[in-house]
C-alpha cells in the first residue's frame, strides 16, 4: 500500500496544520491535562484519516480477454438503458458506481485499447447520486475504442465534496485494462457506457473493487 501523488499536497498541509494545532494544544493551551490529550487524539485521528484517504493499493487485474473491470470502489447505485449524447449518439447500458469518502479514490480503466476522446466539464457539485449529477456536475469523459466491441465510454463525477477530478488520459494513449487512469478527491461517481450486447454481471447494491471486479462481459464470437 502506498500514498497516491494527488495526496503529497493535501497530506503536507494537513502536516502542518496538524503540528501547529498539537503544539498550540500543548504549549498554550491552559485545558485540564484530560482534554489536551482528548483533543490531541482528535488532530491525530484526522490526519490519518486524509492520509488513508490517499491510499493507492496494488491491484492485479484479472484476465481481461472479453471483460470489463470496474473503474472504481465502491457501491453500484444503478445500470440503466439510456442514450447517451455528449459523443457516442447512441443507446448504451450504464453502469454507475458510487465511491464513498471511505473507498480508495484511484480509478481504472475498465477495457483495454485507445483512447479515442477526452473531454473536461466544468460543472456543479451536486451529490453524486442526484439524477443529474451525470449531465451537470463537474465531469470528465472518457472513450477507449476497443479492437474487438467498439467505444465504451466512462465517466469520473465530482460529488458535492469533489473539488478536483485528475484526470491522465488523452487521446490516441494505448492503454490496458486496470491501468490506473485517474484520481477524484472526496466523494464520487463513475459511470461506464457499455455497448447493448454486453452483458451487466453486476446488480444494484453489489459491492465492486477497481481492476478486479467484472461489472459485464462480451459475449464471445
Not at 473531454?119 to 451525470?134: D, Q, T
Not at 461517481?189 to 444494484?204: N, T, W, Y
Amino acid at each position: 500500500m502506498r500514498i497516491h501523488r494527488e495526496g503529497t499536497g493535501t497530506i503536507l498541509i494537513a502536516l502542518a496544520l496538524s503540528g501547529s494545532l498539537l503544539f498550540g494544544i500543548w504549549k498554550w493551551s491552559l485545558l485540564p491535562l484530560p482534554l489536551q490529550v482528548g483533543l490531541s487524539a482528535v488532530v491525530v485521528l484526522l490526519l490519518l484519516i486524509v492520509v488513508y484517504f490517499f491510499r493507492e493499493p496494488e491491484r492485479r487485474p484479472p484476465g481481461t480477454q472479453g471483460l470489463v473491470l470496474a473503474p472504481a470502489d465502491g457501491r453500484v447505485v444503478a445500470i440503466e438503458r439510456v442514450k447517451e449524447g455528449e459523443y457516442l449518439g447512441d443507446e448504451r447500458i450504464q453502469v454507475s458506481i458510487f465511491m464513498s469518502p471511505l473507498n480508495v479514490h484511484v480509478n481504472w480503466y475498465p477495457v483495454a485499447g485507445e483512447v479515442s476522446y477526452f473531454k473536461y466539464h466544468p460543472g456543479r457539485y451536486l451529490v453524486a447520486w442526484h439524477p443529474k449529477s451525470s449531465t451537470d456536475n463537474e465531469r470528465t469523459t472518457v472513450v477507449v475504442r476497443t479492437p474487438e466491441h467498439g467505444e465504451v465510454l466512462f465517466r469520473q463525477i465530482a460529488g458535492a465534496l469533489a473539488r478536483r477530478i485528475c484526470t491522465y488520459s488523452r487521446p490516441g494513449d494505448e492503454v490496458g485494462a486496470g491501468t490506473e487512469f485517474g484520481f477524484i478527491k472526496f466523494g464520487s461517481r463513475v459511470d461506464v457506457f457499455l455497448p447493448l450486447h454486453a452483458q451487466v454481471s453486476v446488480g444494484i447494491g453489489d459491492r465492486v473493487q477497481g481492476a478486479r471486479s467484472v461489472i459485464a462481459e462480451f459475449p464471445s464470437g
